[in-house]
C-alpha cells in the first residue's frame, strides 16, 4: 500500500527552509518520505541516510537544515524537529492499528455467533418473495425488508451520498436501488467495516469520484480497472494515507476532502 506525507502546498516559502537553500530543501523532502515510511517519530540513521538516499553532499545538506532548525543532530543521525507536531507518533499508530484489528475480529466473531444461533431468519438469506408480484414488485419488497434490518442503509444514502452527489436516473429503478442498497450493506456484514466506516468510505466517493469515475454506491465492490483491489479498498486507503496518518475521524476527513 502506498503512503503519503503531509506537506503544506507553500512549504517551499517557510523562511527556514529558504534560509536552508535548495540543496538542503531536497534532502529534507526525501527524508520525510523515508520517516513516514521506517515510522520512527521522525529519527533518520546517519549511516541509512547517506548510504541509500541517492544525494551527495548529505552531511552538509543536513547541517544547513539542523543549522535553521529544521532537524535536530542526533548521536548517531538526525531528528526532524516538527515531526510529531504533523503526525502521529509510531506508538499511536500501533495502537490504532490494533483496536481496529480487535473491532474488526469482535464484528466477525459476533456475526459467526448470530449466523449459527439465527440460520433461517438471518436477512443475508433470500427472503421468500410475494405470490402475484412483478419482478419490479419483488425487487421494492427486498428493498423494503433490506432497510427494515439495516437501517442505517438509507441513512448513509441519504447522508453520506445524496448530501454530496446526485444518483443517476439508471439508479432510481427498484433494481438500481437494491443494488445500491445490498453493497452498503456487504460493505458493513462482509468487509468488515463499521457502519461509521461505511459512511465515510461513501461519503469520500461521492464528493472525490462522483460523478466522473462513480456514478452510485453501487461500484464500491467492483474492481477498478487500474488493478484487482475493490473500490472500497482503494478509497479506504485513500482515506487513510491522505489522513497522514491512522486517525480517521470525520472532523479530519470532512476538513481534508471538503
Known amino acids: 500500500m502506498p503512503l503519503y506525507v503531509k506537506l503544506d502546498t507553500d512549504y517551499y516559502q517557510d523562511e527556514k527552509m529558504l534560509d536552508a537553500g535548495e540543496a538542503a ?70 495502537a490504532r492499528r490494533e483496536q481496529k484489528a480487535s473491532a474488526g475480529r469482535k464484528r466477525w466473531e459476533h456475526s459467526a455467533e448470530h449466523s449459527a444461533e439465527h440460520p433461517v431468519s438471518t436477512p443475508t438469506q433470500t427472503e421468500p418473495e410475494p405470490e402475484g408480484k412483478t419482478e419490479g414488485e419483488t425487487e421494492e419488497h427486498r428493498l423494503k425488508q433490506l432497510h427494515a434490518d439495516y437501517p442505517e442503509i438509507a441513512s448513509i444514502v441519504k447522508t453520506n451520498w445524496l448530501a454530496h452527489a446526485e444518483l443517476p436516473k439508471s439508479s432510481q429503478t427498484p433494481s438500481a436501488k437494491l443494488t445500491i442498497a445490498n453493497t452498503i450493506r456487504l460493505l458493513h456484514t462482509e468487509d468488515g467495516y463499521s457502519w461509521e466506516d461505511v459512511g465515510r468510505i461513501v461519503e469520500y466517493a461521492a464528493k472525490e469520484w462522483a460523478p466522473t469515475y462513480m456514478g452510485s454506491p453501487a461500484k464500491l465492490r467492483n474492481p477498478i480497472k487500474a488493478g484487482d483491489r475493490l473500490v472500497h479498498e482503494k478509497i479506504w486507503a485513500d482515506i487513510n494515507n491522505h489522513a497522514g496518518s491512522e486517525d480517521n475521524s470525520m472532523a479530519e476527513l470532512l476538513e481534508r476532502i471538503g
Open 25 to 94: 530543501e531536497v534532502l529534507y523532502l526525501r527524508c520525510l518520505c523515508v520517516a513516514k515510511e521506517q515510522m520512527r517519530d521522525g529519527y533518520l540513521n546517519r549511516k541509512t541516510i547517506i548510504a541509500f538516499i541517492g544525494l551527495s553532499d548529505v552531511e552538509d545538506r543536513a547541517q544547513a537544515l539542523v543549522a535553521v532548525g529544521l532537524w535536530k543532530e542526533t548521536e548517531d543521525g538526525w531528528l526532524i524537529a516538527a515531526w510529531l507536531k504533523h503526525n502521529p507518533s509510531a506508538a499511536d499508530i500501533a
